[in-house]
Structures are given as structure tokens and as C-alpha cells.
């Protein structure tokens, strides 16, 4: 699914008027963390499991 630039404006000025300016930079970097770790994992996830094949077929 993805959102149009409509969507995105009413998202982001729902965001701004509930935690105000002052927050935004602070959840955005939350955010930002929380995406990278998840990517990360989900790296290792598949890394790990094309390992396993890897081993599987050799043996």
C-alpha cells in the first residue's frame, strides 16, 4: 500500500498538532533507529537461513 502526498500532509499534520514542533525531532530519530534495527535483523534473518541452506546442501 502506498500513500500519495495527500496522505503523507494529513499524517504528518496529525502527528504535529498531537506531540508538537518540539518532539518531532526526537520521534523522528526514533523512528529512523527502530527502520535500521528492523532492517538489520531481518539482514542477519536471511543471512542465517541462506547459511543453513548452504550447510544443508553440503552435507
Not at 520521534?27 to 548452504?54: M, P, Q
Amino acid at each position: 500500500m502506498r500513500f500519495g502526498i495527500l496522505e503523507l500532509t494529513v499524517i504528518l499534520l496529525i502527528i504535529l498538532v498531537l506531540f508538537g514542533p518540539k518532539k518531532l525531532p526526537e520521534l523522528a530519530r526514533a523512528l529512523g533507529k527502530a527502520i535500521r534495527e528492523f532492517r538489520k535483523a531481518g539482514k542477519e534473518t536471511k543471512d542465517n537461513a541462506e547459511e543453513e541452506e548452504i550447510k544443508e546442501e553440503e552435507h
